[in-house]
T-cell receptor, first 113, second 115 residues
């Protein structure tokens, strides 16, 4: 049972434009959501998070939006830069497994010059 | 402290052999996690320690897998009688306990190949 889903395996965006990565979840007990970025041969690097008491969190070029009624979150990157090319993972925690993260399958973002 | 450290970075082993991986978390972090990542998938939770106590184990962690965290510092993950299906990236992460919700910091992983 895939509790966190990223339905787009890949996304290609022009440099300078907005990148929007999407994530859906099914477990209503999740109350904390994170985005990680991963380069090849490296571990995931934390990018930004949001608690379920908020619907938006912003950090520089990165903004995460949370729609609890739709069980959907998205990561906006603007403007997109070539160094943003990586695999992005959505993750969630909460409920009985409060200490562990449940990850989506990832979306490979490619920023074209 | 430069972050979470994992050793070795790569391991190739023959089927049936035992392997052990080591993880050194960020020094002030009390929580330590092991995850496994296969190609095209996100990391999957294996087990979690709060100091030296192993508090949760995934059903993915068969009886061939054992993890320890003596003295609440570094941790080891041992796989006995390795199988080809064990080939994956094994990731260690740590986090502080000051908040219930906080990000986990990942190491670079150990890539295991079972031949």
């Amino acid at each position: 049972d895939q509790q966190v889903k990223q339905n787009s395996p890949s996304l290609s965006v022009q440099e300078g434009r907005i990148s929007i990565l999407n994530c859906d979840y099914t477990n209503s007990m999740f109350d904390y959501f994170l985005w990680y970025k991963k380069y090849p041969a490296e571990g995931p690097t934390f990018l930004i998070s949001i608690s379920s008491i908020k619907d938006k969190n912003e950090d520089g070029r990165f903004t995460v939006f949370l729609n609890k009624s739709a069980k959907h979150l998205s990561l906006h990157i603007v403007p997109s830069q070539p160094g943003d090319s990586a695999v992005y993972f959505c993750a969630a925690s909460g409920g009985q497994g409060a200490q562990k993260l449940v990850f989506g399958q990832g979306t490979r973002l490619t920023i074209n010059p | 402290d430069t972050g979470v450290s994992q050793d070795p970075r790569h391991k190739i082993t023959k089927r049936g052999q035992n392997v052990t991986f080591r993880c050194d978390p960020i020094s002030e972090h009390n929580r330590l996690y092991w995850y496994r990542q296969t190609l095209g998938q996100g990391p999957e939770f294996l087990t979690y320690f709060q100091n030296e106590a192993q508090l949760e184990k995934s059903r993915l962690l068969s009886d061939r897998f054992s993890a320890e965290r003596p003295k609440g510092s570094f941790s080891t993950l041992e796989i006995q009688r390795t199988e080809q299906g064990d080939s994956a990236m094994y990731l260690c992460a740590s986090s502080p306990t000051r908040d219930i919700n906080t990000e986990a910091f990942f190491g670079q992983g150990t890539r295991l190949t079972v031949v």
